[in-house]
């Protein structure tokens, strides 16, 4: 189903986070792509098909809500 608002937001899947609340969208406004550390490239599948298939014009890398992740499961992935 295409968002309302045409766009598609990439953040980190960390269950602090609140793409929707921080960036004032409601329900069916965006496709949210979450995955470990919000990275594009993780996620640029799900944005070309969201771009090319469901008429996204808009993306949204969310590096502001992913900064305030101090204990990200990659970082402490990393560490084991």
Do not use: F, W, Y
């Not at 980190?12 to 965006?30: F, H, Q, S, V």
């Not at 993780?42 to 944005?47: I, K, N, V």
């Amino acid at each position: 189903m295409p968002p309302g608002r045409h766009v598609a937001v990439l953040t980190c899947m960390d269950a602090r986070i609140d793409p929707a609340r921080a960036l004032g969208l409601e329900e069916g406004d965006a496709h949210v792509i979450r995955n470990a550390g919000g990275r594009a490239a993780d996620g640029l599948r799900s944005l070309i098909i969201s771009e090319q298939l469901l008429g996204t014009t808009e993306i949204v890398v969310s590096t502001i809500l992913t900064a305030a992740c101090s204990r990200s499961a990659m970082k402490i992935c990393a560490q084991k």
